[in-house]
């Protein structure tokens, strides 16, 4: 079993920045996989960025602007996304996602409001 609790969300002008944080508890010692979606309205949710072994991977529209990184603690993963010269398209509830071994359960986060607006 694993939780996931995203927090950092919230309302910023374009051009502005916002730190996304994920906290993962439970069996992390099992976590192989873990990533940032997002879900518009009206649009599927889509892959932002992802972590993965300590290889990342972006999604073309974040390159350059967004990074992804990850930090262990004793009883915590923490999963971050920094998120700079933040657009109105970036406008989303985002999720953290994350997988166990084995059996490849994958955990999603209740996700957190990103607002980009003047």
């Known amino acids: 079993q694993l939780q996931l609790v995203e927090s950092g969300g919230g309302l910023v002008q374009p051009g502005g920045s916002l730190r996304l944080s994920c906290a993962a508890s439970?069996?992390?010692?099992?976590?192989?996989?873990m990533g940032w979606y997002r879900q518009a309205p009206g649009k599927q949710r889509e892959l932002v960025a992802t972590?993965?072994?300590?290889?990342?991977?972006?999604a073309d529209s974040v390159k350059g602007r967004f990074a992804i990184s990850r930090q262990n603690a004793k009883n915590t993963v923490y999963l971050y996304l920094q998120m700079d010269s933040l657009k109105p398209e970036d406008t989303a509830v985002y999720y953290c996602?994350?997988?166990?071994?084995?059996?490849?359960?994958?955990?999603w986060g209740q996700g957190t409001q990103v607002t980009v607006s003047s």
């Open positions: 996602r994350s997988t166990l071994v084995p059996g490849q359960n994958e955990y």
């Open positions: 972590h993965n072994f300590g290889i990342t991977n972006y």
């Open positions: 439970g069996s992390i010692f099992r976590i192989n996989f």
